[in-house]
């Protein structure tokens, strides 16, 4: 699933700007990507998801469930 399925799928596309980009010059490293200004790197998928959940949906939605 990618991000934007999942703002979607919690009703947050209001609520969280998602913006594509390149490597962020950190190509090499894995899934290169950033909150605000916090650089991230994820070595996989299903990582990058489970951060994306921890520091974007849960602080936002809570541990909720998505819409139905």
């Given at each position: 699933m990618r991000f934007n399925e999942l703002?979607?799928?919690y009703d947050l596309?209001?609520?969280?700007e998602l913006k594509g980009s390149f490597c962020m010059e950190?190509?090499?490293?894995?899934?290169n990507w950033q909150i605000n200004e916090e650089?991230?790197?994820?070595s996989d998928v299903e990582s990058a998801l489970k951060v994306?959940?921890?520091?974007?949906?849960?602080?936002?939605?809570?541990?909720?469930?998505p819409r139905s």
């Open positions: 703002l979607k799928e596309e209001s609520q969280v950190r190509c090499g490293e894995g899934i650089p991230i790197t994820s994306f959940h921890k520091k974007i949906i849960d602080p936002i939605k809570g541990k909720t469930t």
